[in-house]
Nanobody
Framework: QVQLVESGGGLVQAGGSLRLSCAASGRTFSGYAMGWFRQAPGKEREFVAG????????YYADSAKGRFTISRDNARKMVYLQMNSLKPEDTAVYYC?????????????????WGKGTLVTVAS
Protein backbone atom coordinates (compact mmCIF):
# COMPACT_ATOMS: atom_id res chain seq x y z
CA GLN A 1 0.00 0.00 0.00
CA VAL A 2 1.13 3.50 -0.83
CA GLN A 3 -0.62 6.65 0.37
CA LEU A 4 0.01 9.88 -1.51
CA VAL A 5 -0.65 13.49 -0.52
CA GLU A 6 -0.06 16.38 -2.92
CA SER A 7 0.65 19.98 -1.99
CA GLY A 8 1.92 23.17 -3.55
CA GLY A 9 -0.92 24.10 -5.85
CA GLY A 10 -2.37 27.58 -6.02
CA LEU A 11 -3.03 30.61 -8.15
CA VAL A 12 -0.20 31.96 -10.28
CA GLN A 13 0.11 34.44 -13.12
CA ALA A 14 0.99 33.23 -16.59
CA GLY A 15 4.75 32.92 -16.90
CA GLY A 16 5.13 32.13 -13.23
CA SER A 17 6.33 29.01 -11.45
CA LEU A 18 5.05 26.51 -8.93
CA ARG A 19 6.58 23.50 -7.27
CA LEU A 20 4.26 20.63 -6.48
CA SER A 21 5.18 18.10 -3.84
CA CYS A 22 3.89 14.60 -3.24
CA ALA A 23 4.47 12.96 0.13
CA ALA A 24 4.28 9.18 0.13
CA SER A 25 3.88 6.71 2.90
CA GLY A 26 4.18 2.96 2.73
CA ARG A 27 7.06 0.58 2.72
CA THR A 28 7.13 -0.08 -1.02
CA PHE A 29 7.30 3.50 -2.31
CA SER A 30 10.81 3.20 -3.74
CA GLY A 31 9.74 0.23 -5.86
CA TYR A 32 7.22 2.19 -7.89
CA ALA A 33 7.50 4.42 -10.88
CA MET A 34 5.84 7.73 -10.08
CA GLY A 35 3.92 10.12 -12.24
CA TRP A 36 2.13 13.41 -12.29
CA PHE A 37 -1.17 13.63 -14.11
CA ARG A 38 -3.67 16.43 -14.46
CA GLN A 39 -7.32 16.85 -15.17
CA ALA A 40 -8.97 20.02 -16.36
CA PRO A 41 -12.73 20.55 -16.08
CA GLY A 42 -14.59 18.55 -18.69
CA LYS A 43 -11.45 16.79 -19.88
CA GLU A 44 -9.96 13.36 -19.37
CA ARG A 45 -7.08 12.87 -16.98
CA GLU A 46 -3.79 13.18 -18.84
CA PHE A 47 -0.16 12.32 -18.27
CA VAL A 48 2.24 15.15 -17.45
CA ALA A 49 5.52 13.64 -16.27
CA GLY A 50 6.93 10.33 -15.07
CA UNK A 51 10.01 9.07 -13.26
CA UNK A 52 11.44 5.60 -12.78
CA UNK A 53 11.78 4.00 -9.36
CA UNK A 54 15.46 4.95 -9.18
CA UNK A 55 14.95 8.44 -10.54
CA UNK A 56 17.37 7.85 -13.38
CA UNK A 57 14.75 7.98 -16.15
CA UNK A 58 12.28 10.79 -16.64
CA TYR A 59 9.77 11.42 -19.41
CA TYR A 60 7.28 14.13 -20.20
CA ALA A 61 4.20 14.95 -22.17
CA ASP A 62 4.96 17.20 -25.11
CA SER A 63 3.08 20.00 -23.34
CA ALA A 64 5.47 19.77 -20.37
CA LYS A 65 8.81 19.32 -22.10
CA GLY A 66 11.23 22.14 -21.44
CA ARG A 67 9.00 23.71 -18.80
CA PHE A 68 8.38 21.04 -16.14
CA THR A 69 10.84 18.89 -14.21
CA ILE A 70 9.96 15.80 -12.20
CA SER A 71 12.23 14.50 -9.44
CA ARG A 72 12.06 12.16 -6.48
CA ASP A 73 13.80 11.60 -3.17
CA ASN A 74 13.31 7.98 -2.14
CA ALA A 75 14.92 8.51 1.26
CA ARG A 76 12.32 11.15 2.08
CA LYS A 77 9.54 9.44 0.12
CA MET A 78 8.87 12.58 -1.88
CA VAL A 79 8.14 13.35 -5.52
CA TYR A 80 8.28 16.85 -6.96
CA LEU A 81 7.09 18.64 -10.05
CA GLN A 82 8.78 21.96 -10.78
CA MET A 83 6.61 23.91 -13.21
CA ASN A 84 8.01 26.97 -14.95
CA SER A 85 6.65 29.28 -17.63
CA LEU A 86 3.12 28.34 -16.69
CA LYS A 87 0.31 28.94 -19.14
CA PRO A 88 -3.44 29.29 -18.62
CA GLU A 89 -3.89 25.92 -20.34
CA ASP A 90 -1.93 24.33 -17.49
CA THR A 91 -4.86 25.03 -15.19
CA ALA A 92 -6.05 21.72 -13.76
CA VAL A 93 -6.10 19.50 -10.72
CA TYR A 94 -2.71 17.80 -10.53
CA TYR A 95 -2.45 14.27 -9.21
CA CYS A 96 0.49 12.26 -8.00
CA UNK A 97 0.32 8.55 -8.74
CA UNK A 98 2.33 5.37 -8.23
CA UNK A 99 2.23 2.33 -10.43
CA UNK A 100 3.47 0.66 -13.57
CA UNK A 101 4.15 3.83 -15.53
CA UNK A 102 6.89 3.77 -18.15
CA UNK A 103 8.01 5.85 -21.08
CA UNK A 104 6.18 3.43 -23.38
CA UNK A 105 2.96 3.39 -21.37
CA UNK A 106 1.71 6.59 -19.77
CA UNK A 107 -1.96 5.63 -19.60
CA UNK A 108 -3.38 6.79 -16.26
CA UNK A 109 -5.34 3.53 -16.02
CA UNK A 110 -2.11 1.64 -15.32
CA UNK A 111 -1.48 3.47 -12.07
CA UNK A 112 -2.24 1.73 -8.78
CA UNK A 113 -2.29 4.50 -6.20
CA TRP A 114 -3.48 8.10 -6.38
CA GLY A 115 -3.45 11.18 -4.25
CA LYS A 116 -6.48 13.45 -3.97
CA GLY A 117 -4.95 16.16 -6.11
CA THR A 118 -3.94 19.78 -5.80
CA LEU A 119 -5.46 22.59 -7.85
CA VAL A 120 -3.27 24.74 -10.06
CA THR A 121 -4.82 27.84 -11.56
CA VAL A 122 -2.88 29.96 -14.03
CA ALA A 123 -4.32 33.39 -14.65
CA SER A 124 -3.77 35.15 -17.96
Amino acid sequence: QVQLVESGGGLVQAGGSLRLSCAASGRTFSGYAMGWFRQAPGKEREFVAGISWSGSITYYADSAKGRFTISRDNARKMVYLQMNSLKPEDTAVYYCAAGGLSASNVDYKIMDYWGKGTLVTVAS
